[in-house]
């Protein structure tokens, strides 16, 4: 099963089924294999980012804002490469841009400042590895923890992040 799926999804299986092996060993009651088999559901809905909680729900929010930017993008190089050579096409797709770059800004610094506090928080290694692909190189955010970009502003959703950041659920 973990040898035909990519990086990440092999990492969270892993981790988890290894997690349900010992504590399956080490159960001693029926009760006690339930709860390790409901936490072994828990730690993989968890790290995918579908548990039913604020703070993991606006995480997975600003990933798939993230991928439909991207896609945007892709839409309008596309335009641009198609002929869109018309002043006004050409305009209007340098507004587009400027606004998936301050979206994307956005999205980059909640994730990086959210996530880079939950490390700090609890034992997420799934959390360390996102971070580490999301910021390759520090380009985002330095080893220190200083953010190299300036998002465009602080959203709601950004100020809704930081009243549930102390939670490690």
């Not at 896609?71 to 050579?85: E, K, M, P, R, V």
């Not at 340098?94 to 301050?102: G, P």
């Not at 220190?144 to 959203?155: C, Q, V, Y």
Request: charged share 20%; proline share 2%.
């Amino acid at each position: 099963m973990g040898y035909t799926m990519g990086g990440f999804s092999n990492q969270v299986y892993h981790s988890a089924w290894r997690e349900l092996c010992e504590g399956m060993a080490a159960a001693r009651s029926w009760d006690e294999v339930i709860e390790v088999h409901e936490a072994y559901l828990l730690s993989i809905q968890r790290q995918c980012f579908v548990v039913p909680d604020k703070l993991w729900a606006l995480i997975a929010s600003r990933i798939n804002i993230i991928l439909g930017l991207a896609l945007d993008f892709y839409s309008i190089q596309q335009t641009l490469s198609s002929g869109g050579a018309v002043s006004a096409i050409k305009a209007r797709c340098e507004m587009e841009v400027d606004r998936i770059e301050k979206q994307f800004d956005d999205c980059i610094a909640f994730l990086l400042r959210v996530l880079s506090f939950k490390l700090n928080v609890g034992h997420f290694p799934h959390l360390a590895d996102l971070v580490t692909r999301i910021n390759y190189n520090y380009f985002y955010m330095s080893d220190s923890g200083n953010l190299m970009i300036a998002p465009s502003s602080e959203t709601v959703g950004l100020r809704m992040g930081k009243a549930f950041v102390g939670r490690t659920d």
